[in-house]
């Protein structure tokens, strides 16, 4: 019986074999490529040498240049490039470093562009005495403005920034923990919370969904308190409603914070206060509260706008719970100043 080779398909002799022998070569194949020491050093100092050619192109300063490793410098040449798709060199008047320093400092916060999906563009140098990170230091976090938002606010992030892709020029407004510096959360306990509001604009024409930009003013406000924090009471009112969130009951200090009478509210729906834009939001609180087991489950918080009586809106950070039996909830709302 002859017996051939699974590699040739030849026939094989008892005495002979086609298979390689320990440091031989298979037939038919080519010689394999082997990296050397030499080579790969070769390869490291060629990458290098296009890192700095990067670097040396950055619009920042040389002692900056030098801190940069090789993520920042490649996350802030991925800035660039995004930015000068979006807003091509001479499509605006160039501003001096002296009259940008300064415009910066006049401003309750710091600049914020995206691209249509969500990358970040453009993020003005003031963003440190905002959130305590350098332009630098926030591109280490990621390319993505959700690689900057605390976890919980990505879901409400996303609706809104999709609600203002689909109206181009409508404004819209948000407000979201950011990711601070560990020296700022020691010292203030926790992130900052912030104040979006923003549109999507076409800054060239023809206008189109890959060229829209959201631009937007993003402004501190007060700190959200962590979960079990004590404050002052200064700051507060508590409200009862039955399950469809009618008033049943609010604390006098309501009137310090939205200007209504206690008996104005009693009988009124939470919702017929609510800002149009947040009202999915609330119902989606108020859904976690309905589904809650147990009494006194709290059911997460959220950040609303509520009208005041003098018709302008009062940011509040609310946190709702069922209670009396599970026939009731209870909501403690914070003002955000």
């Not at 959130?131 to 409400?156: N, P, T």
């Not at 604009?201 to 631009?215: C, G, H, I, M």
């Not at 007060?222 to 009471?233: E, I, R």
Request: hydrophobic share 40%.
């Amino acid at each position: 019986m002859t017996i051939f080779c699974s590699h040739c398909h030849r026939p094989l002799q008892a005495e002979t074999s086609c298979l390689p022998r320990r440091g031989e070569q298979a037939p038919g194949t080519s010689k394999p490529f082997r990296s050397t020491k030499s080579a790969s050093k070769a390869r490291r100092d060629q990458i290098n040498v296009e890192l700095q050619a990067l670097r040396s192109l950055l619009p920042i300063s040389a002692r900056e240049k030098e801190r940069l490793s090789y993520l920042h410098t490649m996350a802030l040449v991925c800035l660039q490039l995004r930015g000068t798709q979006l807003f091509p060199p001479g499509s605006a008047p160039p501003a001096g470093p002296a009259l940008g320093v300064e415009l910066l400092s006049l401003l309750p916060g710091f600049l914020l562009v995206l691209s249509a999906n969500g990358k970040l563009v453009y993020i003005s140098e003031n963003v440190a005495q905002v959130l305590g990170l350098s332009v630098v230091e926030l591109l280490a976090q990621g390319d993505m403005v959700f690689d900057i938002l605390d976890g919980r606010a990505h879901e409400d992030a996303r609706k809104k920034l999709l609600l203002a892709q689909e109206e181009p020029g409508r404004e819209v407004t948000f407000v979201s923990e950011m990711r601070t510096s560990k020296a700022f959360r020691l010292q203030h306990g926790g992130n900052r919370a912030v104040v979006v509001h923003g549109r999507f604009t076409a800054p060239r024409w023809p206008a189109s969904p890959s060229t829209a930009a959201f631009v937007a003013l993003c402004t501190p406000v007060g700190q959200l308190p962590a979960d079990g924090d004590a404050t002052s009471q200064d700051d507060l009112f508590q409200s009862t409603h039955i399950l469809d969130m009618t008033f049943t009951d609010v604390t006098e200090s309501v009137t310090y914070h939205l200007g209504y009478h206690r008996k104005e509210l009693i009988g009124q729906s939470w919702y017929s206060l609510l800002h149009p834009e947040d009202a999915d939001l609330a119902a989606a609180q108020h859904r976690a509260v309905g589904e809650s087991l147990g009494t006194g489950t709290r059911a997460g918080t959220a950040v609303l706008r509520v009208l005041r009586r003098d018709r302008a809106w009062a940011w509040l950070h609310v946190s709702a719970r069922r209670d009396g039996g599970g026939h009731a909830i209870t909501c403690t709302s914070r003002c955000l100043r």
